[in-house]
């Protein structure tokens, strides 16, 4: 039965009267769930503006002298399929998000330090949020490079291919919400610390189904844009996403032992590692 923090003392830490305290000042403290909202809230506010003012905002940061830019410029805003579709997905993603830190997670630690706040929400807001649109809605972008230049492939191609990558897309958004509720189902409240050995929607796999599906959700989303931005993106997704994975992997054989089949799982990526 684990212990409810709002019952702890000392005496639970076998703290004894000769014993030295040290206490670290984690600086100013931000509710956990709120903070999750303010950091996945960002590329949909970013996103958006991009969407709906582009020509404003290239017009401000381009040099008009470019010709194709210039006239480019001067017509309203019509979207290809590839803009449009990770528009969505982007869109999707992150309202999936803020659902999810509202309705469905519970989290154990009651806040998040500022510090800490303030380094993801520079990766969310400015990097994805920020960079990764400025380059897929460019004046100049050009839909499925890698498809037309390499394979030799038409826009009849491109088209399908773009809609077959969104479709997987939405199935890996699906299963990630499918694991985050069976994580959900092991707990009761905030500030709950019980966990369970979770086994469905590719847990019997991966210890972390829900980072590979998100992981998948995010090489759709570079197959779709394919820009250096979102490349980028898709491999810092995949270190952090590896660094987590690799941490709850190995608490899980710390926390359960024999009751958790590490030999028969992987931590990150199935039959990889």
């Known amino acids: 039965m684990p212990l409810k923090r709002d019952n702890m003392t000392l005496n639970d830490y076998d703290v004894r009267t000769a014993d030295t305290l040290y206490v670290q000042d984690r600086g100013v403290q931000v509710s956990y769930r709120l903070s999750q909202i303010l950091i996945n809230v960002g590329p949909i506010i970013t996103f958006t503006l991009f969407w709906s ?17 210039s006239e480019k410029l001067k017509r309203p805003f019509e979207p290809r399929l590839s803009q449009s579709l990770a528009f969505w997905m982007a869109i999707l993603h992150f309202t999936k998000r803020v659902v999810e830190s509202v309705f469905i997670h519970f989290y154990s630690k009651p806040s998040k330090s500022l510090n800490v706040i303030m380094k993801e929400v520079g990766y ?54 499918l694991c985050h509720l069976h994580l959900r189902s092991f707990r009761k409240a905030d500030h709950d610390f019980t ?7 590719g847990f019997s796999v991966v210890a972390c189904a829900n980072y590979f599906w998100e992981f998948i959700a995010w090489i759709a989303f570079f ?9 980028l993106f898709l491999a810092l997704s995949f270190f952090r996403m590896n660094h987590r994975a690799h941490r709850k992997h190995h608490r899980y054989i710390a926390q359960f032992k024999k009751q958790y089949p590490a030999e028969q799982r992987y931590y990150f990526i199935p039959y990889l590692f």
Not at 138 to 163: I, M, Q, S
Request: hydrophobic residues 50%; negative net charge.
């Open 53 to 69: 003012y582009s020509q404003e905002i290239y017009a401000f940061c381009l040099n008009q002298e470019n010709t194709e830019v």
């Open 223 to 231: 197959c779709v844009t394919q820009t250096l931005l979102s490349g």
């Open 195 to 201: 966990r369970q050995v979770p086994r469905f929607h």
């Open 124 to 177: 969310f807001w400015l990097f994805f949020g920020i960079l990764v649109p400025f380059y897929l809605l460019h004046p100049l972008y050009r839909e499925a490079p890698f498809l037309t230049k390499f394979f030799d492939a038409g826009a009849h191609l491109a088209f399908y291919v773009n809609w077959a990558f969104f479709g997987v897309f939405l199935f890996a958004e699906l299963m990630n919400l």
